[in-house]
């Protein structure tokens, strides 16, 4: 899974809009599951993308190829990868691609000593508690080789969590 954070100019922020429409052509690339993205709600020049990649040989062929002239769009960059650990319920988030309306995206650093413990919580209290939640659709958990800690929520009504809510939800 990839997680990708744009800062755009508001002058940029149309363009940027419009050039990542022409990522739907990725559905033809092997290994390629889905991606969806928006604008933070906190923040409005700063775009989210969450793209599922099938594996990291995948997305790293796919990346040897890349040639986007999209660099203009936005100011500053940050890219980090994550392996999925667990989804959240049963089906995985690619299934609900295009059926929510907003995404939640949780990060955070847990020291090493305590990370089977905070992973052990995730699957044993959060995940359940999330399953259940109203307008939960689905959820995944998963680790960066840095230690970060990350869960992307996708759902179909805003409640008021910690963390950050990314609307508007591009195909």
């Known amino acids: 899974m990839k997680w990708i954070k744009c800062q755009v100019n508001v002058e940029n ?21 889905g991606q969806i993205g928006g604008w933070n709600k906190n923040e ?20 040897l190829f890349l040639k986007s002239d999209q660099r203009s769009t936005y100011t500053k960059i940050s890219v980090d990868i994550f392996e999925k650990i667990f989804n959240i319920g049963t089906t995985d988030i690619t299934a609900f691609f295009g059926k ?4 939640r995206v949780t990060d955070c650093y847990v020291e090493k000593n305590k990370q089977a413990h905070f992973e052990q919580m995730q699957k044993e209290v959060w995940n359940k508690g999330m ?13 960066s080789k840095t230690g970060d800690i990350w869960s992307p929520h996708y759902g179909t009504m805003n409640i008021h969590i910690n963390g950050t809510w990314i609307r508007n939800c591009l195909p």
């Open 13 to 33: 922020k149309h363009a940027f809009s419009t050039a990542q429409e022409g990522w739907g052509e990725l559905l033809h690339c092997a290994g390629f599951m």
């Open 100 to 103: 929510g309306i907003l995404l």
């Open 131 to 143: 399953m259940y939640s109203h307008g939960i659709l689905s959820g995944t958990f998963g680790k």
């Open 44 to 63: 409005p020049l700063e775009a989210g993308i969450l793209s599922v990649w099938k594996d990291l040989h995948s997305y790293q062929r796919f990346m």
